[in-house]
């Protein structure tokens, strides 16, 4: 799976996104290519308030170093900045759904055509093109 991208769920249960990302317990990371997906890990955090205490989430977020998106329940603004500081994109779903049929829509996305913020996590994970220079050149561009 070398063209996969990490995505995390913020969950109890392993099976359905349920946690607001401040006060999660848990997430479920998953790498994640068009035709399959792998869970990578479990992270377990306890039990966590709803407090507005900053100090939890760097763990978090350092923990979804890697990660193109997180998806969640509900997210604070705060968070949501300093998310999005480190090139991850967080979603917000309804509470309930499922992380099979978030990683398939997830995969179905890939397949047809992505949208920008996972277009951006695909192009950085296959890393710069080799021949984009080349074709700039050939295209007449000058310095």
Not at 11 to 25: I, P, W
Not at 77 to 93: D, E, T, Y
Request: glycine share 6%.
């Amino acid at each position: 799976m070398e063209t996969a991208i990490k995505v995390a769920f913020a969950t109890t249960d392993m099976l359905h996104v349920n946690q607001h990302f401040g006060s999660a317990r848990s997430f479920a990371i998953y790498a994640v290519d068009p035709e399959q997906a792998e869970l990578l890990e479990a992270a377990q955090f306890g039990e966590l308030a709803q407090d507005g205490n900053e100090d939890k989430l760097a763990y978090k977020i350092q923990l979804l170093d890697g990660c193109a998106a997180v998806y969640c329940q509900a997210v604070g603004a705060s968070a949501i900045k300093q998310i999005v500081a480190q090139g991850i994109q967080p979603i917000k779903v309804h509470e309930g759904c499922l992380i099979n049929n978030l990683i398939t829509d997830l995969q179905n996305e890939m397949k047809a055509g992505p949208s920008s913020w996972l277009a951006k996590a695909i192009r950085q994970k296959q890393g710069p093109d080799p021949l984009k220079f080349d074709q700039m050149e050939e295209d007449g561009w000058r310095e």
